[in-house]
């Protein structure tokens, strides 16, 4: 019996995780002797009429990836049996190494449409051979991110914990996403392996099959309480309300066991929570937390919590974890500057801005953020920050800029409250009237007329 392939991409994999034209068009460079420098710029010009902005993420993680990348002499091989490469380009792709310099925003930057999240300058061989995987690690991460970050919003200070890893699109996305939600600000995951890599908090206790297993639900509560003092029990497998009487019932016959919490799980939460706060608050045990899950997003959250029903933390799965309204951004890649000379494709509805660039935002006399401009990279824009930082020099990482996702969660917040009020809403945008002002300076404007 033939091996199975591995499920999952090896980091010493990433040099394949490519697209063809990428390899073809590397080996008409190699052909031609095209070694001059490029800048390619990563962008969106769209963006999704349910986001008032994206929040970046993973831009900072796939450039340092960028370069680790190695051509083995398996996978060497693996191409030479494509029959489409020369030898002697398969020798060259052998010391590939990325040598050029890669300009990031750093994570947890709100960003909007024609704004580069990254530019990569580098000889042109070295720039085109890294789209597929730049666009492939930024645009996952940046739209669980940006979903994320708008449940947290809505929930207002109150913890949100991760459940969606089984509907997620393929254990990579399950993986990765948890340093997207960690970077937004959740609190919490049920995944394993993801909350362990990305060092976010583990949580989850019982499902419905465990209560099921038992004879009752008052055996299922008991045996699970005396295992893991201070549990959640999920109350909902039969009726809500008659479950959350059984949990009373027991700690009242058994008050040396522990119970933090209970989980609704179905039904009318918003409802339910009152009816079974009012229960555990007649009983004594107003300490005992209600957490809700099922199908929850930010609009039901933000519902729930605009009818005060008295929930103190959110189980969040499927709508976050495949970004369902708005599972996509149209991110591109595009060449604008070679060999010293700005490019500029002009596609109907493609057109892109010339120049390697650097994005300034401008705040009020309040600091909140006003407006951004773009502009060529060398200017220098009085009172305005300049967002993009260069994170590889050389093909070398410059660990100062390198923000892991616990840096950029603690800045998450503090940029989020310097939004406009308008950006902070949960309500799908009405084009055009609740944009962010993005401006290009002079000399970009001019640059774009040549």
């Known amino acids: 019996m033939s091996e199975s392939p591995p499920l999952c991409v090896e980091d010493c994999e990433l040099a394949l995780l490519t697209d063809l034209y990428q390899l073809t ?80 925003l750093p994570e947890g930057t709100p960003v909007f449409p024609n704004e580069p999240l990254l530019e990569v300058d580098a000889p042109i061989a070295e720039a085109q051979l890294v789209e597929s995987l730049l666009m492939n690690l930024v645009q996952l991460e940046t739209v669980l991110a940006s979903k994320a970050v708008r449940i947290v919003m809505a929930a207002r200070g109150r913890p949100v914990v991760d459940f969606g890893m089984r509907r997620m699109h393929g254990i990579d996305a ?75 019932e027991l700690l009242r016959n058994e008050p040396q066991l522990r119970v933090d919490a209970i989980r609704l799980d179905s039904g009318d939460l918003g409802e339910l929570a009152r009816r079974s706060r009012a229960l555990l608050d007649e009983a004594g045990h107003g300490r005992i937390r209600i957490i809700a899950s099922s199908g929850l997003d930010e609009h039901r959250i933000a519902a729930l919590i605009e009818e005060k029903a008295p929930i103190d933390a959110f189980g969040v799965g499927t709508q976050m974890s495949v970004s369902a309204d708005a599972p996509v951004i149209d991110l591109s ?71 892991d996702a616990g840096r950029a969660r603690e800045r998450v917040p503090s940029v989020l409250a310097r939004l406009p009020d308008r950006l902070r809403c949960l309500e799908p945008r009405q084009d055009g009237l609740d944009d962010f002002p993005v401006a290009l300076s002079r000399a970009l404007r001019r640059l774009a007329a040549t």
């Open 25 to 104: 068009m590397l080996q008409a460079y190699w052909k031609e002797q095209m070694t001059g420098r490029a800048t390619f710029s990563l962008f969106f010009r769209k963006m999704p009429a349910t986001r008032r902005f994206m929040l970046a993420c993973g831009q900072q993680h796939a450039a340092a990836q960028i370069c680790r990348i190695r051509f083995t002499p398996a996978m060497l091989q693996r191409l030479a049996a494509t029959a489409r490469f020369d030898h002697a380009f398969l020798d060259w792709l052998a010391e590939w190494r990325f040598s050029g310099d890669i300009w990031t």
């Open 174 to 248: 399950a993986v990765r996403g948890v340093r997207a939600y960690r970077t937004a600000g959740l609190a919490g995951t049920s995944n394993v392996l993801g909350g362990l890599r990305h060092d976010l908090p583990l949580s989850g206790t019982m499902a419905h099959s465990y209560v099921l297993a038992h004879d009752s639900e008052t055996e299922a509560f008991r045996a699970f309480a005396h295992h893991y003092p201070g549990t959640t029990l999920l109350v909902d497998t039969h009726d809500t309300l008659d479950g959350v009487r059984q949990v009373i």
């Open 333 to 403: 890649y595009k060449l604008v500057e070679y060999a010293g000379t700005p490019r500029v494709k002009h596609s109907t509805g493609k057109v892109n801005l010339p120049g390697r660039k650097q994005l300034f935002r401008r705040q009020d006399e309040h600091g909140r953020y006003s407006g951004d401009v773009l502009a060529q990279r060398d200017e220098n824009l009085p009172d305005a920050e300049p967002l993009l930082v260069p994170l590889v020099r050389d093909g070398r990482v410059d660990e100062g800029h390198l923000a």
